[in-house]
């Protein structure tokens, strides 16, 4: 199985998928491609809570600001997984999320990132695939790395010729909450389709204040299990299907009604 | 073959997948994630026209506005078809449909209505899945839901100890047109991506007026058969894919020419 | 395998999905459903650019601003692959790089265009299909063909009794550029999802400029590898996936930038 995230909308994504067919029979999964233009950060929060759902398979990534730069492409070895795509960080979040990093219940296992290297180890002009072409390397670099990571197997990435280890990549990480007496100091990670503001704020601080009001940015909002326990355009505090505290607003748009976007710092208080 | 509709747009459907793919190697066929946002009469509307060309399926439908309520899941049993969602009337019309009701040539069996009930009969803990997440029911129930249907059969939906019957449903039914001497009133079911209006006015109303005009509002306006009979920009009156009486412009937005939206009355005369 | 495009937006190729479904175990996959609307130029353009990546397949494309009309539908053998659309050109592009036309190193097969005939040559009733809707032939009408296409053979058109060769089927061809001493005179063809403007100069008469600058429209602007060569926010010159020239900005629009749009004149000078 190989699934593909991108910022490309349409109809690029369809090139990628050609040159994987020809190279594979493995099945197709889109994540999205409709990722904000450009926006690593923002992808890379969506990859790590998406990728964990998915059973063992290669996962095609391209939200490439530095395409045709001297950026490497890497692979990046995550528990039963891999994950393609350009060096800028957009991969680790969801490698650690895969890799069980974090997790009590497992031992984790940290990534291991290769990046793609000088073809004549392998015996083939073909690996890593001459990048003709500088500014679409979703089609001619990274669908192609995918699709031959797919057929020789996760697990011989580490004797790919056409692989070397890659230790100074780039990484990205979320920062991270602050607790204090009377409250929490989080930031606003994202805000999805809906309109509602995720937050990096763990939702289990908020387990025992459900059915009561914090305060956000000093005005007191109701603490609801679910978006609908308020009337609609009633905004609230919940707990989102990622585990982090959200803005929200019933049948309407949470960002907005709380004046934040993505970096915005948030303050709760009790 | 499981089918997927939803109102999420994107990133989240993806996680759905994940979590059917965890479960099962059915083919995975995606209707539209891009319902209008919690408008389940729109896409009650939209199934019922989509879903009867599939071959036998499991289809999960998630536009839920009262997820996290004490509101039912539900799995409706439609002929060969099994549908599985909120308990709100989404499913119902295209139940129906799939039943072959209102369809002459057919001895139609109505739906068959189930909720998804405690687990303590089925003899583990997994069924129906615990809905940790408050908020995203599409993935931690409906989906698990309808990976079980699929795996276990359409037909053994009636000895599914996770299943009860459930007789007090929502339903959901649209409104009859209405037939005079000098014409008909109707109503504006949805406003497709084109613009264009689709009415619950039967299309036979109008089989021996293609060529002439009828008035929609006091305007006559050319019935054809179709958009390209008119000039560029002209508003017509025609018979859309779904049978129904649809205003149009050719190349144009017919909703926006006529001033109607889902929900006006459309008065045509005669 | 059949690669579905058009410009329906959603829901409508859920519809055609079913009755391909209905009649056949081929992979699908989506080029795109999000054409600019009957805009048959674009499609096009974007067909004859992403279909040669793929293996063998048949592609329905429907692009139909004439849907309801006399226009013929066809079917055209190119290479390996066929096409099923309406006969407005919009394949025809795409046939001829399927075919190899214009590559040196291959003997390039002009496409072989057919159209759906009366179906009493064939023995059955439902061949071609009867266009029952006038609104919905990528329903009714290509989706049955593309399926029957499929599971025929592409090498089994010739002797279809549904199919009729076809000469005087609607081509299309975009404009050629012209090299003069001091530059080039060419025309945008299409402004991608990024805003780049694509125009139809061959990348190659600047391969020798790149790291240097050229006038564009009489402003002297930078020719760069890729987008990320110049600070974000600056226009540049750059050859594009396509292997075109392109007018861009990095991480900007470079059609607004440029003051172009599809069909606007562009002067490149030297």
Redesign the interface.
């Known amino acids: 199985?190989i699934?593909l995230?991108s910022d490309?909308?349409?109809?690029?994504p369809?090139?990628m998928?050609?040159?994987l067919?020809?190279a594979t029979d493995a099945r197709?999964?889109?994540?999205?491609h409709?990722?904000p233009?450009?926006d690593v950060r923002t992808a890379a929060f969506?990859l790590a809570?998406?990728?964990?759902?998915?059973?063992p398979a290669v996962h095609l990534v391209v939200v490439d600001?530095?395409?045709?730069?001297d950026r490497e492409a890497v692979v990046v070895h995550a528990g039963e997984h891999a994950l393609v795509g350009p060096d800028n960080g957009v991969l680790l979040p969801a490698a650690r999320a895969l890799s069980g990093e974090g997790r009590v219940d497992t031992v984790a296992d940290s990534p291991v990132v290769f990046r793609l290297c000088d073809p004549t180890h392998a015996g083939s002009g073909d690996w890593p695939p001459d990048p003709d072409?500088?500014?679409?390397h979703g089609?001619?670099v990274f669908a192609p790395a995918a699709a031959r990571v797919h057929e020789r197997g996760v697990g011989a990435l580490a004797t790919d010729p056409g692989l070397e280890d890659h230790d100074g990549y780039v990484d990205l990480r979320f920062p991270d909450p602050a607790a204090h007496e009377s409250g929490a100091t989080g930031e606003v990670l994202v805000v999805?389709?809906?309109g509602t503001a995720i937050t990096n704020i763990p939702g289990d601080w908020l387990s025992d204040r459900v059915g009561t009001t914090v305060s956000v940015d000093g005005t007191e909002v109701p603490v609801r299990?679910?978006?609908?326990?308020v009337d609609p355009g009633t905004a609230l505090v919940?707990?989102?299907?990622h585990g982090n505290v959200?803005l929200a607003v019933n049948?309407g748009r949470g960002a907005a009604a709380f004046g934040v976007k993505a970096g915005s710092v948030v303050e709760l208080g009790w």
Chains 1, 2, 3 share one sequence.
């Open positions: 199985m699934t995230s490309f909308g349409s109809p690029y369809a090139a998928k050609g040159v067919l020809q197709l999964v889109d994540i999205t409709d990722f233009r450009q969506w809570e998406v990728l964990p759902y998915f059973p600001p530095g395409v045709g730069t072409s500088a500014t679409f089609r001619d999805d389709g809906f299990r679910s978006y609908a326990h919940t707990v989102g299907s959200e049948r």
